[in-house]
């Protein structure tokens, strides 16, 4: 499976943006999708999931209300909605998947993208 990631770019607080991950290959509907975010200095951390089957999600509590992922078998894609963005939110993000056992935990997706940029202006 790869991963392609796309959508990032400059926002001003409050605003909103979309960002996408296009994958490709035959097993990208089985594998649960999830997007993380890496912020300059700071370890990568879990942002959103959803279960292979999108039957669940999970959210960073940090993100709740105001991100929303979504995946689109016919498209293989898994898009993150991202609206009332805040400087915090600053971070190059990474969508994964993987056969994974927990939706939030980094070390068991074994697919990855390359990153988009998200940066939020104040």
């Known amino acids: 499976v790869q991963l392609q990631a796309s959508g990032g770019g400059l926002v001003r607080t409050g605003g909103s943006l979309r960002l996408s991950c296009a994958g490709s290959g035959r097993t990208f509907s089985w594998y649960a999708m999830a997007w993380f975010r890496q912020a300059p200095g700071k370890e990568r951390e879990f942002v959103a999931a959803v279960s292979w089957d999108a039957g669940r999600t999970e959210y960073a509590d940090s993100v709740k209300g105001r991100f929303t992922i979504s995946r689109d078998y016919a498209k293989n894609t898994v898009d993150l909605q991202m609206n009332s963005l805040e400087p915090e939110d600053t971070a190059v993000y990474f969508c994964?998947?993987?056969?994974?056992?927990?939706?939030?935990?980094?070390?068991?997706?074994?697919?990855w993208g390359q990153g988009t940029l998200v940066t939020v202006s104040s």
């Open positions: 994964a998947g993987g056969a994974v056992a927990t939706l939030t935990l980094k070390d068991e997706y074994g697919y």
